[in-house]
C-alpha cells in the first residue's frame, strides 16, 4: 500500500494488531489458557526452541559426560605435562592444557560450575527479588516504602565492587558464591515484581478475593505470584546468562573458584596466556561459554515475545 | 453535489499466525461535502479499520484492496509521500484516545502549528497565531497559556478539543472522527458532541462520526451506515433508519438504546455474542443473533438492496415482516 | 531544578556512608591481612607494621579514625604501594579509566542508538536479524575473550605489518595504546544499546501519538526523530546510568588484560593484597560516580518526559 518501512507486513510473534479493534475478540474466543497460547507461540519461535534443546543438551553432556571421560578434572597427566594437542590414544580427546590435565574433561566441569551458578545464584536472586516485589507492591504504604527506599540505596551502591569484596570474603567458599551474586542481583527482579504486582492489586479478580475473605499471604501466594509469574519467567531466563557472565568475570580475574576446580571464565584466563601456542585452550570454552548465553538470550526473548501480552 | 471521499469494494485484511483475517469486507461509502456521514456499529465490526485505510494508517501485517478516492486520486495507491500531502491537509482524523493521542514531550502549541509549518510552508510566528486562533475556536479557555503546556497538563476533555483544533488546523475537506467521545466523561461528551456540530455548521467540511453509540450520530449525522462483522448491512438517512430501520441488527441496536420517552422495564440487548472474524457464521452474518432467521439466512450471504430514498439493506426477510 | 539538586545530594550523604561502613567492615572480614606475604614476617616487624598503621587498635576506633581522616580529605595511605597515598594511586588511575570509559561511552552511544534505530525501523527484515544477531554476539561473547582474541589478532598475526597495534601499557596514554582497549570496552555496549533502542523505537512506533503524527500527514523521518524518538530514549538512558558507572570506573577486565594503570585494576589487585584503604577509596569513588551520574539520569527523564516533575 505504501513503502515507508513503517508499513512493511511483518510475521510471526511481533504482529501488532490495529488499537482496540477489529481482532482482539478474535483471539480467545476458543477459551486457550494464557499458558498454552504462550506455549504454542514458543514453540512456533524456531531460534527459542533450537536454543532451548541446545541447552538441555549441553547440560547433560557437562554432569553426565565426565563418567564417559577418561580423566578427571584435576588428575594430570605425568607423561605429557604441556598442551598437547587431542590424541584418541592416551584419552585426552581435546588435548591438555599446560598442566597436562586434560582439557575434555576440565571443560565439562566449568561448564557444571556455569550451569549451577546460573541456576543456584539465580534462584537466590529469584526467591528474595519475589519475596521483596510482591510484599512491597501489596503491602503498599510504609512496608513498600522503607522496602523501595531500601533498593534504591542499594541501586546506589556500586555492586561489582561490592561482589569483589563479597568474593574475598567468601573466597574459598564455592556456595557461598551463588549468594554472593544472588545478593546483589535480585533488585531488579524486585522492582519488576512490584510494579506488576501494583498493577495485579486492584484488578477485580483481586478484589473478589479479599472481598470473599482471602487472607493477604493467600492472596499473595495464589492469585498475585500465578499471575506475575510469566514476567518472572522471562526475567529469570534473561538473568541466568548474567550470572553466568559474572562469575565467568569474577573467574577470569582470579576471584571465582578455586584451583584445582574450574569454570569456564577460569578456562579463559587459563587460555589466554596460551593463546599464542594452543588457541585451542582459549577458542573451546569460550565457544562453550558464548553458546551457552547465546541460547539462554534467545530462550529469553522468545519467552518474552511469547508472554508478553502487548503483542498479541 | 459530487462525494469528496468514496469508498469502493474495500476490503481489509490482517494476516496473523492463525490465518487471515477479515476486518473489513466489499465496504462501498461515500460522503459529500458540508454531509455528516455516521458510521455505526460493535467493535470489532471494521468502522474504524475502514477509515484507518483511507488514512494510510493500517497496522503492519494489514492490506487493503479496493478503492478509496479522496477527490478523485485514490489514497490506495498513492505511496507515503503523496499520502502525506493530503493527510492532515485535505483528510484529517480525530482519534478515540485523547489522553494517548498527543504526543506527551511536545507543547501543546508546536503540535498544533507543525501541521501548518509542514503543510503551508508558514513560519513559526505564523503558525502559533494560527494555533492560537484555532484554540480559541474550539473554546479552549486561556488559549494563550495552553500553548506553552504539555498535554499532561489538560483535562480529558481539553485535550479533545486539542485533537479536534488539530484535525482544522488546514481545514480539510473530510474530517474523521473516530469514537471522539467515548473515552470522556458524560457530560464532556455533550459538549464535544455541540462542538463538532458547529464545526459542521461552519465549515463545507465532509464528516465521518464512527460510533458504537446511535445516540451520538442522532443529533449530528445527516446519514447513517451500520456495520456488522466487516460488512455494511443498512445505509440511509438519519431520519429513515431511526423511523424505519430495515434491519434487524439496527432495529436491534435502537432497542438497546435506553429512552427517557417510552417506559421499559429492563435495558434491551441483541442476544449472542459479537461474531468471531476469524471465523464467521455462514450466510447472513448475523444469523445466529438474529429472531427473524430463515433457512436461506444460514447459507446465503444477502446482498444489499435499494429501498426508496437511497435507503439500502442487506436482508432476505421482507421490509414489513422485519420493521414490526 | 538547583533545591533538587541540593536535596539529592543531601540525601547522597547517608547512602554514602551506609557504602563505607559496609565496605570497611567487610573488607575486614575477610581472611589476610595487608602484610601477609609467602614468607611470613617476623612477629616483631609485623607487629611494627601494624602499629605504624593504627591496626594494632581495636576495629570501632579504626573505623571512627578512618572517617575522621575521610571528613579531612584523606583516603590514607596505600598498605601496599608503601611510598603512595590512596589518593595519589586514585588520581594517577582514575584519568585512564575515565578517559577510556569516556571514549568507550561515546563509540557506544555513537553507533548503538543508530543501529538500533535502523533495525526498529526494519523491523524483521533480513538487516534487522543480522544486526540483532550481531548485537547478540557483542553481548554474549565476553570482553575477556574478545580482549586477548584482538590482542592475537593485532599482537602477534599482524605484527609486522601497518595494522600492528599495542597490545599492553598505557604508554602515557599514546593513541595507538587505548584503541583496542577502548573498542573491546565499547563492543558489548554498542550491542546493548542497539538492542534497547530498538526494543524501545519498535514500542514507540505502535504509540498513538504517533499515529496521530502519522496522520497529520508529517514526513516519516520528523514523526520518527520528532515524535517518536525522545520517548523511545527513556528506557536507553535507564540503561546508560549503570553503564556509564561501569564505564568510567573503569573495567577491571580490560585493564587486567591489556595491563593499564587504571582504577579498576588497583580495584582487583587491592582487595586481592587485602589493601584495605586502596579498596576503600576505589569504592568510596565508584559510589560517588554511581550517585552524581543516576542523578544526571533523573535529569535527563525530566527533559525527555515533562511529566517527571522534580519533587
Known amino acids: 500500500m505504501s513503502d515507508a518501512p513503517m508499513n512493511e507486513r511483518r510475521s510471526g510473534a511481533n504482529l501488532s494488531v490495529p488499537n482496540a479493534d477489529a481482532l482482539d475478540k478474535a483471539a480467545d474466543v476458543e477459551g486457550r489458557s494464557l499458558w498454552q497460547d504462550a506455549f504454542r507461540r514458543l514453540q512456533a519461535n524456531r531460534a527459542a526452541m533450537i536454543s532451548a534443546i541446545v541447552l538441555i543438551v549441553l547440560a547433560f553432556i557437562c554432569f553426565v559426560g565426565p563418567a564417559f571421560v577418561p580423566w578427571s578434572y584435576e588428575e594430570i597427566d605425568w607423561d605429557i605435562l604441556e598442551a598437547t594437542p587431542p590424541n584418541f590414544e592416551t584419552g585426552h580427546y581435546l588435548g591438555t592444557d599446560s598442566l597436562g590435565r586434560d582439557l575434555l574433561a576440565r571443560i565439562l566441569q566449568g561448564g557444571q560450575v556455569s550451569f549451577l551458578v546460573g541456576i543456584l545464584a539465580t534462584s537466590v536472586a529469584l526467591v528474595i527479588g519475589v519475596a521483596v516485589g510482591a510484599t512491597a507492591g501489596f503491602m503498599g504504604g510504609r512496608v513498600d516504602q522503607f522496602l523501595m527506599r531500601f533498593v534504591d540505596v542499594m541501586y546506589a551502591v556500586p555492586l561489582m565492587f561490592f561482589i569483589i569484596i563479597l568474593m574475598v570474603v567468601f573466597g574459598r567458599n564455592f556456595y557461598l558464591m551463588f549468594l554472593a551474586i544472588g545478593f546483589v542481583e535480585w533488585l531488579t527482579m524486585s522492582r519488576i515484581v512490584r510494579g506488576q504486582t501494583l498493577t495485579l492489586k486492584n484488578k477485580e479478580f483481586i478484589e473478589a478475593a479479599r472481598a470473599s475473605g482471602g487472607s493477604t499471604a493467600s492472596i499473595i501466594l495464589r492469585h498475585i505470584v500465578p499471575n506475575v509469574l510469566g514476567v518472572v519467567i522471562v526475567y529469570v531466563t534473561l538473568t541466568i546468562p548474567q550470572v553466568i557472565l559474572l562469575e565467568s568475570f569474577l573467574s577470569f580475574l582470579g576471584l571465582g573458584v578455586q584451583p584445582p576446580m574450574t569454570s569456564w571464565g577460569a578456562l579463559i584466563a587459563e587460555g589466554a596466556q596460551e593463546m599464542e601456542i594452543t588457541p585451542r585452550t582459549l577458542i573451546l570454552p569460550a565457544v562453550c561459554l558464548s553458546t551457552t548465553l547465546f541460547c539462554f538470550n534467545f530462550l529469553g526473548d522468545g519467552l518474552r515475545d511469547a508472554l508478553d501480552p502487548k503483542d498479541r | ?324 | 531544578m538547583w533545591a533538587y539538586f541540593t536535596r539529592r545530594l543531601i540525601i547522597a550523604i547517608p547512602t554514602l556512608w551506609v557504602v563505607i561502613t559496609v565496605a570497611f567492615f567487610l573488607m575486614r572480614l575477610a581472611p589476610g591481612g595487608p602484610f601477609d606475604q609467602e614468607a611470613p614476617l617476623p612477629p616483631e616487624i609485623m607487629a611494627n607494621l601494624k602499629a605504624a598503621y593504627g591496626l594494632d587498635q581495636p576495629l570501632w576506633w579504626q573505623y571512627f579514625n578512618y572517617l575522621g581522616n575521610l571528613l579531612q580529605g584523606d583516603f590514607g595511605p596505600s598498605f601496599k604501594y608503601k611510598d603512595f597515598s590512596v589518593t595519589e594511586l586514585i588520581g594517577q588511575g582514575f584519568p585512564v579509566s575515565i578517559q577510556n570509559g569516556a571514549a568507550a561511552l561515546f563509540i557506544a552511544i555513537l553507533f548503538g542508538i543508530p543501529l538500533g534505530t535502523m533495525a526498529a525501523l526494519r523491523q524483521n527484515t533480513g538487516a534487522d536479524h543480522a544486526a540483532m544477531t550481531v548485537a547478540m554476539t557483542g553481548i554474549v561473547v565476553p570482553n575477556f575473550v574478545v580482549g586477548p582474541l584482538l590482542a592475537l589478532i593485532f599482537g602477534i598475526y599482524l605484527r609486522d605489518t601497518m595494522f600492528a597495534l599495542p597490545v599492553a601499557g598505557w604508554n602515557n596514554g599514546a593513541f595507538p595504546n587505548r584503541i583496542l582497549p577502548v573498542i573491546c570496552l565499547a563492543l558489548p555496549f554498542i550491542a546493548y544499546i542497539a538492542r534497547i533502542t530498538r526494543a524501545s523505537l519498535i514500542e514507540t512506533l505502535r504509540t498513538n501519538y504517533v499515529r496521530t503524527a502519522r496522520a497529520k500527514g508529517l514526513p516519516f523521518r520528523m514523526v520518527i526523530l520528532r515524535h517518536a524518538f525522545k520517548s523511545a530514549m527513556i528506557p536507553v538512558v535507564t540503561y546508560l546510568g549503570p553503564a556509564t558507572v561501569f564505564l568510567l570506573t573503569g573495567s577491571m577486565v580490560i585493564e587486567t588484560i591489556f595491563g593499564l594503570p587504571g582504577i579498576g585494576r588497583y580495584f582487583v589487585q587491592g582487595a586481592l593484597n587485602r589493601d584495605y584503604t586502596l579498596v576503600m577509596g576505589v569504592t568510596i569513588l565508584a559510589a560517588s560516580m554511581v550517585i552524581f551520574i543516576n542523578l544526571l539520569v533523573d535529569m535527563t527523564y525530566a527533559w525527555l518526559d515533562p511529566k517527571v516533575r522534580y519533587e
Open chain 2, 1 to 324: 453535489m459530487t462525494s469528496v471521499l468514496e469508498i469502493d469494494g474495500l476490503t481489509v485484511s490482517f494476516s496473523t499466525p492463525d490465518g487471515d483475517v477479515s476486518a473489513v469486507s466489499d465496504v462501498s461509502l461515500s460522503v459529500e461535502a458540508g454531509e455528516c456521514l455516521g458510521l455505526v456499529g460493535e467493535s470489532g465490526s471494521g468502522k474504524s479499520q475502514t477509515f484507518m485505510a483511507a488514512m494510510g494508517l493500517l497496522a503492519d501485517n494489514g492490506t487493503a484492496t479496493g478503492e478509496i478516492r479522496l477527490d478523485g486520486i485514490d489514497l490506495l495507491s498513492a505511496n507515503e509521500k503523496k499520502l502525506n500531502t493530503l493527510r492532515g491537509e485535505r483528510i484529517a482524523m480525530i482519534f478515540q484516545d485523547p489522553m494517548t493521542s498527543l504526543t506527551p514531550h511536545m507543547k501543546i502549541g508546536r503540535q498544533l502549528s507543525e501541521v501548518l509549518i509542514e503543510h503551508q510552508k508558514v513560519d513559526a510566528r505564523t503558525g502559533r497565531a494560527r494555533a492560537l486562533d484555532m484554540l480559541n475556536r474550539v473554546h479552549i479557555p486561556e488559549a494563550e497559556r495552553r500553548l506553552d503546556m504539555y498535554p499532561h497538563e489538560l483535562s480529558g476533555g481539553l485535550r479533545q478539543r486539542v485533537m479536534i483544533a488539530m484535525a482544522l488546523m488546514c481545514e480539510p475537506e473530510v474530517i474523521v472522527a473516530d469514537e471522539p467521545t467515548t473515552a470522556l466523561d458524560v457530560t464532556v461528551q455533550a459538549q464535544i458532541l455541540d462542538l463538532l456540530a458547529e464545526v459542521k455548521d461552519n465549515l463545507d467540511a465532509a464528516i465521518v462520526l464512527i460510533t458504537h453509540d446511535l445516540g451520538v450520530v442522532a443529533g449530528l449525522a445527516d446519514r447513517v451506515a451500520v456495520m456488522y462483522a466487516g460488512r455494511i448491512v443498512e445505509q440511509g438517512t438519519v431520519g429513515d433508519i431511526f423511523a424505519l430501520p430495515a434491519h434487524p441488527y439496527t432495529q436491534g441496536l435502537l432497542a438497546c438504546t435506553p429512552r427517557l420517552d417510552v417506559e421499559t422495564e429492563a435495558l434491551v440487548t441483541i442476544s449472542g455474542q459479537p461474531p468471531n472474524l476469524q471465523n464467521l457464521p455462514s450466510g447472513c452474518s448475523f444469523h445466529p443473533r438474529c429472531k427473524y432467521v430463515v433457512d436461506q439466512c444460514k447459507s446465503e450471504r444477502p446482498a444489499l438492496e435499494a429501498m426508496d430514498n437511497g435507503h439500502i439493506r442487506a436482508c432476505f426477510r421482507p421490509h414489513v415482516e422485519v420493521a414490526q
